[in-house]
């Protein structure tokens, strides 16, 4: 059985920062490119950022470049999000989700990916 056990949200002052974590069990860490989405109330789900299989090459949503960090760690079978300098338009259900493919490109559309965690919120205030 697969799962995706996301972990890390919370409330934070803008301008500080969080880790979300998320950890997958279940299935072949590797074989799998891995991404984090997010929603807000009354908006469609969003792609954030995205790694893939081999870690080696990321893509970061315009609105979070330079200041979110994608990364995995093999050994843990985790995928993290390093995200600083937050602010309230941050605010949103963060999910992180896996997508098996052969090839080791990187996916940026929620419906390519087959597993989901349950979400962990993040409220930035101002």
């Known amino acids: 059985q697969v799962q995706l056990v996301e972990s890390g949200g919370g409330w934070v002052q803008a301008g500080g920062s969080l880790r979300l974590s998320c950890v997958a069990s279940?299935?072949?860490?590797?074989?799998?490119?891995m991404g984090w989405f997010r929603q807000a109330p009354g908006k469609e789900r969003e792609i954030v950022a995205a790694?893939?299989?081999?870690?080696?090459?990321?893509y970061y949503r315009d609105s979070v470049k330079g200041r979110f960090t994608i990364s995995r760690d093999y050994a843990k079978n985790t995928v993290y999000l390093q995200m600083n300098s937050l602010r309230p338009e941050d605010t949103a259900v963060y999910y992180c989700?896996?997508?098996?493919?052969?090839?080791?490109?990187?996916?940026?559309?929620?419906?390519?990916?087959?597993?989901w965690g349950q979400g962990t919120q993040v409220t930035v205030s101002s």
């Open positions: 279940g299935l072949a860490f590797s074989s799998y490119a």
């Open positions: 989700a896996a997508d098996w493919r052969q090839s080791n490109g990187l996916y940026l559309n929620p419906d390519q990916y087959d597993y």
């Open positions: 790694i893939n299989r081999s870690g080696l090459r990321t």
